[in-house]
Every structure is written in structure tokens, then in C-alpha cells.
């Protein structure tokens, strides 16, 4: 069976609803936490597929995270072998890091549900054009030499990229709609909600409203992109 590692920088964000496409598509999947001493000698070349997830730190907290460095430089070895990757939100912010764009603080937050702009009308991420889908973030990146753009929101131009078929890397949540962590999101980062523009109770009414076609979008979209990569 196809192995899948996913790599989790926090406990309170996990794969969620994009755990199901990944097992359809006849991966076994395990986790680490970056927190886990056998983190560090992790070959990050060996599984099948690779997915990283976010997390609260920015890729330039390297001195506050010592492993983000660690991390890097095992993951650019997996990037220029071309391993299938799949980065969400700081995930994405470390493929694109380690493919040697700058990542940098916004300004702006980006919280709440609202759609994508998909440049790329034949790559997976048609199935999320015009859904609205969770953003959460408040970092973002260079363009990264060498991939293809896929998508821009309203706040920020880079929230999507690829090259080829086997690295895919996504600034948005559309994994998140009806997984119960997003309560925990709230309870860590309330000021980023605030800060965003918005309010606790409308950011709960989003998700209860978007949040299960968001998912289902957000699925349809890495099953496709799953049954490309090799």
C-alpha cells in the first residue's frame, strides 16, 4: 500500500476533511508532530506523499522554532526529487520557502469564508471556483521560480501554486468546515478574527452555513489532483 505522512506543527490542525480523498485514493496514513524526537531524523523522501499542514509561526521564526530549519532543508530535498507534496497554509508557506521564495507578514489578515479567484481552469482546484472556503492566515509569499500560479483571493494574489503534477501547495482551509477543531482555532486566535474585520458569532455562522460544500469542494479538488500525481 502507498504510504502518506502528514506533518502536524500544531494539534489543533490536522488534515480534516481531506483525510477521506487521501485514503480513497489507497494511501495509509500516519502523522508526526514536529514535537515528536523522532521528528528530526525523518526522511522526509521515503513516504508516497507528503502532506504538511498550518500552524500559528512564520517560516522566518526559525530561531523561536529550531526544527522550521530542520524541516526546510529536508523538505527542499523532497521538492527537487519531485515526491508528491501537498502544503496548507504554513505548509504551503514552507514549500514555497524552501523552493526559495521570501515569506513575510501581510498586511493584512485574511479570516473567514470567501471564494478563490482560479487562474487555472484545468487543474483540481476548478471544483472550489466560487465556493466560499476558510482563509486563516496573516503571512504570505513571493512567487516561487518555477511554478504555475492557480489562484488569488481579494486580500492576497498567492493563494495557490504547482509544479507539475506532484507539488501542489494551497494558502486556503478548504479542508475545514466540519471539523470540530475550528473551535479551538477560535479559542487560540480570537484577535486574528478581530483584526480580520469580523466577529466571533458571524465566523461560527459562516461555518455552519459553508462549511459542509466547502469541504466537499475542497475533497473533489485532491482527489484530482491525487489521481495525477506519480
Not at 482563509?135 to 504547482?162: I, K, N
Not at 455562522?205 to 500525481?229: F, S
Request: glycine share 10%; proline share 7%.
Amino acid at each position: 500500500m502507498k504510504t502518506a505522512l502528514i506533518i502536524r506543527h500544531v494539534p489543533y490542525e490536522g488534515v480534516a476533511g481531506y483525510r477521506a480523498p487521501i485514503e480513497a485514493a489507497g494511501y495509509d496514513v500516519d502523522r508526526i508532530d514536529v514535537a515528536d524526537p523522532a521528528f528530526a531524523s525523518l526522511d522526509l523522501r521515503e513516504p508516497d506523499l507528503l502532506i504538511m499542514m498550518g500552524g500559528p509561526m512564520g517560516v522566518y521564526e526559525q530561531e523561536q522554532h529550531p526544527w522550521i530549519r530542520c524541516q526546510m532543508r529536508r523538505l527542499a530535498m523532497r521538492l527537487e526529487a519531485d515526491r508528491p507534496t501537498l502544503g496548507v497554509c504554513f505548509g504551503a508557506q514552507m514549500m514555497a520557502a524552501a523552493l526559495g521564495a521570501e515569506v513575510y507578514p501581510g498586511p493584512r489578515k485574511e479570516v473567514g469564508f470567501h471564494p478563490v479567484h482560479v487562474h487555472a481552469k484545468d487543474s483540481p482546484l476548478r471544483h472550489i471556483e466560487g465556493v466560499p472556503v476558510l482563509h486563516w492566515h496573516g503571512d504570505t509569499f513571493t512567487r516561487p521560480e518555477g511554478v504555475e500560479l492557480l489562484a488569488a483571493s481579494h486580500v492576497y494574489d498567492h493563494q495557490a501554486f504547482r509544479r507539475g503534477r506532484n507539488i501542489l501547495a494551497l494558502q486556503f482551509h478548504a479542508e475545514m468546515g466540519m471539523d470540530p477543531r475550528f473551535d479551538a482555532w477560535i479559542a487560540q486566535w480570537p484577535e486574528s478574527v478581530v483584526e480580520a474585520g469580523g466577529t466571533e458569532a458571524d465566523l461560527r455562522a459562516a461555518h455552519a452555513e459553508l462549511g459542509p460544500k466547502a469541504v466537499a469542494a475542497g475533497r473533489a479538488m485532491i482527489a484530482e489532483w491525487l489521481e495525477g500525481v506519480g
